[in-house]
């Protein structure tokens, strides 16, 4: 049973543009939803994570959009550069503080 | 800091082989995480060690696999027999807080 579903499985954007991914959970009791970048060859990396309390959180280039009611959450990625070609996975943590985490988006940044 | 480190870097095997992986968490983390990660997936948390205890492993294929950490730091992951459905990348983790995790580079298994 996945718990976290993510989406698209690959995203392509020009340089300077705005990249999009998003994720979907449905267990209310996940309470910590982080973003992981990770590069070929390279364990996966915090990038960015908020709490349901917040709708918000912004880090650089990076914004997290959270929607609790909906059970849905973003990542924005402002000025898309060709060096954030990376797979990005959604995650969501529950009891035990565990982490259920999504299939990933596989983003190309063309230059 | 030094980071999470894990040796071997890559593993081939042959099915119904057994194979182990390493793992030296960043020091003072508490918390060591084990992931399999296959192709086209996220990570998959196989086993989770607090100290020397295990706190999770609901998702550990424990006809198979094992694992241990040795005196609350370093920990040993291994499958015994391997079958080709095997074939993943095997992350480490370890925390400090509850929070952030961070990740090892993993080691590739291929099971031929």
């Known amino acids: 049973q996945q718990q976290v579903k993510q989406s698209p499985q690959s995203l392509i954007v020009q340089k300077g543009g705005i990249s999009i991914i998003n994720c979907a959970y449905e267990?209310?009791?996940?309470?910590?939803f982080p973003w992981y970048q990770q590069f070929p060859g390279k364990g996966p990396a915090l990038l960015i994570a908020?709490?349901?309390?917040?709708s918000e959180k912004k880090e650089g280039r990076f914004t997290i959009s959270f929607n609790k009611s909906a059970k849905q959450f973003s990542l924005h990625i402002m000025d898309s550069q060709p060096g954030d070609s990376a797979t990005y996975f959604c995650?969501?943590?529950?009891?035990?503080?565990?982490?259920?985490f999504g299939k990933g988006t596989l983003l190309t940044v063309n230059p | 800091e030094a980071g999470v480190a894990q040796s071997p870097r890559y593993k081939i095997i042959e099915k119904r082989q057994s194979v182990a992986f390493w793992c030296n968490p960043i020091?003072?983390?508490?918390?060591l995480y084990w992931y399999q990660q296959i192709l086209g997936q996220g990570p998959k948390l196989l086993i989770q060690?607090?100290?020397?205890?295990?706190?999770?492993d609901s998702q550990l294929p424990k006809d198979r696999f094992s694992a241990e950490r040795l005196k609350g730091v370093d920990s040993t992951l291994k499958i015994q027999p391997a079958k080709l459905e095997d074939s993943a990348v095997y992350l480490c983790?370890?925390?400090?807080?509850?929070?952030?995790?961070?990740f090892g580079p993993g080691t590739r298994l291929t099971v031929t």
């Open positions: 983790a370890s925390s400090r807080q509850p929070l952030e995790q961070y």
């Open positions: 267990n209310t009791a996940f309470d910590y």
């Open positions: 908020i709490r349901p309390d917040v």
């Open positions: 995650a969501a943590r529950g009891s035990n503080y565990k982490l259920t």
């Open positions: 020091s003072g983390h508490a918390t």
């Open positions: 060690f607090q100290n020397n205890g295990v706190v999770d």
